[in-house]
């Protein structure tokens, strides 16, 4: 599957369904980057699976997304200036499909490893004709492939209105076959057959009849044979290269390679005598010897390869005496080739291009290929740098999810405003801490230990930010916060965060201040409610929470205690939707600028019957094609994440932090305080 298909097909899909669904589609595909090169052999199951994956995505059928292909095919060659056979290949429609196997002939000097499909015309009338394609291409999506390309092809060449009808489809071996009517207004159908019986009738009265003996010197390589395929008479040029053929019959001497997945039979010959028909000798030609006096000549005529005689050409049936007429050249790309077969330029008709293609062709063929590889090597350049590109763009990317919510930073990357990414959230969970005499913990110990002993801290709370799906907001010195259900609405906020704020007085004491190597306390506050998100700022974008639920989870840390949680009375009422929490009073506490609320103390979940702590519910996200949410679900796991058995380990140069599931293992250097 050479490139430019591949590469008509991505600028289908991004022109008919959006650039999006294209970089939703490659990723299941397989497909690393977005450039093809035209010349470059690609996986045959590509297209297949673009075109699967677009109409699982797009709802539509395969047999359409590939039929809005072919039809694309047709204007995608004429924008990249490759359509110049195809507007000359025939002067009418019929013409045109007539000489389809031509054109891939063409074909074969830009992509010499193609593998064409094989097309032949039958049961034409007025009103229409019959087509029949054949591939080595098992995909059925091909089919209606070719039947968009007939469509575009009728109408933007010859401005007919066609209607294709798929009568038969179904497979020969490995070969996929089709039959398809085409229904159309053939009006030049009788005034061509009309031209041509004007012409004989002509030559018939002038006598204008040319002698076979004339003929057959005019076609050295033509074959004659009758309905048993017996070989009648041969032109002197094949006599040369491959002798003995006078009498044998023609499926005995030859194999068809074209058209393609026919057997080499008299009814064939007689259908498809409007295609080029190739026939590969069954035997093996060898040059014969020049002057077997010469020894260097005779030894060097020994060593020389065997090939096998390649005949192209037409087949003309002589209705009068019942025979066919095949009028071929043999087919040569190389010299080397013509001198080992005994096959001299001398041989070749006058007539035709045959003298011209062997002397020019390779002369051309070098000069195509030097281009041909320096436009390759230019396109795997091209792909290198789009690979490296699109590298260090996922960095960025992921730097840009780091400091705002993904949903967020995909909208500013389309263009948006800041103030569209404005959203009202009616029900959250909003978590404060702090560290516990911090101020008095950093006069004691050195500014380098303070970063790493924050670096610590807020890399606990980052595992479990990931652990229980919920948003860090912001840390500023020793203060933490973060909420849940926002960006991604959970209708289980409270719970995941009461079960974070759980987990981080666990996870806490995994950190130790230096100077009394004890580990550090931290107060938390938690409230429910609604607060409006925006994105601040255009050099340093922050994602912002604003709202009296921010204001008075702040005020819930700070009159907090050590190692313990507050929470308000919303959050108190959210958590015991449940009976999983153990829930104590605490008292009144004044807010400023609004009266004061009841508080309470989350001391933990309850224990169950068997005396251990139920786990708390994991929630993964998928997203409502209808409305384009994302929803939580919620699935209990059978281990509780816990730190109570973490330790901390600090080396001269480093330390290392682990976690008792061993789900990470991060280092931090002392120096930077980065993540390694």
Request: proline share 3%.
């Amino acid at each position: 599957m050479y490139g430019i298909i591949l590469d008509s097909l991505m600028d289908c899909i991004k022109q008919m369904y959006g650039e999006q669904v294209w970089k939703r589609v490659i990723g299941p595909c397989g497909i690393s980057n977005s450039v093809f090169t035209t010349h470059k052999i690609y996986h045959e199951e590509l297209v297949p699976n673009l075109a699967k994956a677009v109409a699982e995505l797009t709802g539509k059928s395969i047999e359409s997304v590939m039929q809005a292909a072919g039809e694309h095919f047709i204007l995608y060659i004429a924008d990249i200036k490759n359509d110049t056979v195809t507007k000359v290949l025939g002067r009418r429609f019929t013409d045109f499909l007539n000489g389809l196997n031509c054109m891939h002939d063409y074909y074969r000097f830009s992509f010499t490893e193609i593998q064409p499909p094989s097309f032949h015309v039958s049961k034409e009338d007025s009103e229409g004709l019959e087509l029949h394609y054949r591939s080595r291409r098992t995909f059925i999506g091909y089919v209606h492939y070719v039947k968009g390309l007939l469509l575009k092809i009728a109408s933007k060449f010859y401005s007919i209105d066609l209607d294709v009808l798929v009568t038969q489809q179904g497979f020969a071996g490995d070969v996929m076959l089709a039959v398809y009517r085409l229904n159309f207004q053939n009006s030049q159908y009788l005034a061509f057959h009309k031209v041509i019986a004007g012409n004989m009738k002509f030559r018939e009265k002038n006598n204008l009849i040319m002698p076979s003996n004339m003929a057959f010197d005019l076609f050295p390589y033509h074959l004659v044979f009758n309905d048993r395929l017996e070989i009648l008479s041969t032109g002197l040029g094949i006599d040369v290269i491959y002798k003995g053929l006078e009498g044998r019959r023609l499926n005995e001497a030859f194999f068809m390679t074209r058209p393609l997945g026919y057997a080499l039979t008299w009814e064939n010959v007689r259908i498809h005598r409007n295609n080029v028909f190739e026939l590969t000798s069954a035997k093996s030609s060898e040059r014969q010897a020049v002057n077997e006096e010469n020894t260097a000549s005779r030894f060097r005529d020994q060593m020389t390869a065997t090939h096998f005689v390649k005949l192209r050409g037409q087949m003309l049936y002589v209705q009068e005496k019942d025979y066919v007429i095949f009028l071929s050249t043999v087919m040569n790309d190389d010299l080397n080739n013509m001198y080992e077969m005994g096959l001299f330029v001398n041989d070749l008709p006058y007539h035709d291009l045959s003298r011209d293609m062997v002397l020019h062709g390779p002369q051309q063929t070098s000069e195509y290929r030097l281009a041909l590889d320096m436009e390759q090597t230019k396109a795997t350049r091209l792909e290198e740098m789009v690979e490296s590109l699109s590298s260090e763009q996922r960095k960025t990317d992921d730097l840009l999810y780091s400091m705002i919510p993904r949903e967020v930073a995909c909208a500013l990357k389309e263009g948006g405003p800041t103030d569209s990414v404005c959203t009202k959230y009616d029900e959250v969970t909003v978590l404060f801490s702090d560290v516990v005499n911090f101020a008095n913990i950093c006069k004691h110990i050195a500014p380098h230990e303070i970063m790493i002993t924050l670096n610590m801290m807020v890399s606990v709370f980052d595992i479990l930010c990931e652990k229980f799906n919920t948003y860090k907001v912001e840390t500023v010195a020793d203060g933490f916060m973060c909420v849940s259900g926002a960006p991604t609405y959970d209708d289980r906020h409270a719970h995941n965060m009461a079960d974070m704020a759980i987990q981080m007085l666990h996870g806490i004491k995994t950190v130790r201040d230096p100077n009394t190597r004890e580990p550090i306390q931290i107060r938390i506050g938690l409230h429910c409610g609604g607060v409006i998100a925006c994105v601040l700022g255009h050099k340093i974008p922050q994602y912002c929470l604003f709202g009296d639920t921010v204001h008075i989870a702040s005020k819930l840390e700070a009159t907090g205690l050590g190692q313990r949680i507050q929470i308000s009375q919303t959050c108190m009422e959210k958590l015991s939707e449940c009976s999983d929490y153990e829930i104590e009073p605490k008292g009144m506490v004044k807010i400023k600028g609004r009266q004061s609320i009841m508080t309470y103390w989350l001391n933990g979940r309850n224990k169950t019957a068997d005396g251990t702590y139920p786990a708390p519910p994991t929630p993964t996200y998928s997203r409502n094609k209808k409305n384009n949410k994302m929803t939580a679900v919620h699935e209990n796991e059978n281990s509780e994440f816990d730190f109570e058995n973490n330790e901390v380990i600090m080396v001269e140069n480093e330390e290392q932090v682990h976690c008792s599931e061993d789900t990470t293992l991060r280092k931090y250097s002392l120096c930077s305080g980065s993540s390694i």
